[in-house]
Antibody
Framework: QVQLVQSGAEVKKPGASVKVPCKAS????????VHWVRQAPGQGLEWMGI????????SYAQKFQGRVTMTRDTSTSTVYMELSSLRSEDTAVYYC????????????WGQGTLVTVSS | DIQMTQSPSSLSASVGDRVTITCRAS??????LAWYQQKPGKVPKLLIY???TLQSGVPSRFSGSGSGTDFTLTIGSLQPEDVATYYC?????????FGQGTKLEIK
């Protein structure tokens, strides 16, 4: 079965970076784009960017340009989202999600990783 | 960038009611529209894609319609387990913007 498994919660200080892994299984890793979405406490869903696991190409939301980097490791079927220069407003649950091919939208989601930014 | 606006932001309805949520795109997106359900403390779940196609396993009381700029999600007969926040999302191209969400409660 398709699974996207993320790492556990992180606590970071302002100015630091966080790198969140998302390990895919149950499907051909390079056949589906992977997206990152975040959700601040009590807030809605915010799309951050997309990575093509096949070639590694990326596209980021303008809001995160210069601060976010998405990469992949095809040997372990894992995509990574690194966010730098963290501030308190970055406190959120970060999700990876698989882009559907035959379907549209995001058909499978990771369980989410809570990143707390606090001094 | 195209903006996605949902209405209402919240609503309260009774079990068995027909419920409609609207999503408007600031520019045409053809039918590249998905709906998600997020129950409290849970991961979002894809309900509908291509504006009107039900994702596998989703109850048939959920339906979607629309094309271009105006879309609707309808729950034919509201059930207690439908308490959640619902989001629309465009996916024709980046950025894959979500609507702000509609919180649905039982009256």
């Amino acid at each position: 079965q398709v699974q996207l498994v993320q790492s556990g919660a992180e606590v970071k200080k302002p100015g630091a970076s966080v790198k969140v892994p998302c390990k895919a299984s149950g499907y051909t890793f390079i056949s589906h784009y992977v997206h990152w979405v975040r959700q601040a406490p009590g807030q809605g869903l915010e799309w951050m960017g997309i990575i093509n696991p096949s070639g590694g190409s990326t596209s980021y939301a303008q809001k995160f340009q210069g601060r976010v980097t998405m990469t992949r490791d095809t040997s372990t079927s894992t995509v990574y989202m690194e966010l730098s220069s963290l501030r308190s407003e970055d406190t959120a649950v970060y999700y990876c999600a698989r882009g559907g091919r035959a379907t549209g939208g995001f058909d499978y989601w990771g369980q989410g990783t809570l990143v707390t930014v606090s001094s | 960038d195209i903006q996605m606006t949902q209405s209402p932001s919240s609503l309260s309805a009774s079990v068995g009611d027909r419920v409609t949520i609207t999503c408007r795109a600031s520019q045409g997106i053809s039918n590249y529209l998905a709906w998600y359900q997020q129950k409290p403390g849970k991961v979002p779940k894809l309900l509908i894609y291509a504006a009107s196609t039900l994702q596998s396993g989703v109850p048939s009381r959920f339906s979607g319609s629309g094309s271009g700029t105006d879309f609707t999600l309808t729950i034919g007969s509201l059930q207690p387990e439908d308490v959640a926040t619902y989001y629309c999302q465009k996916y024709n191209n980046a950025p894959y913007t979500f609507g702000q969400g509609t919180k649905l409660e039982i009256k």
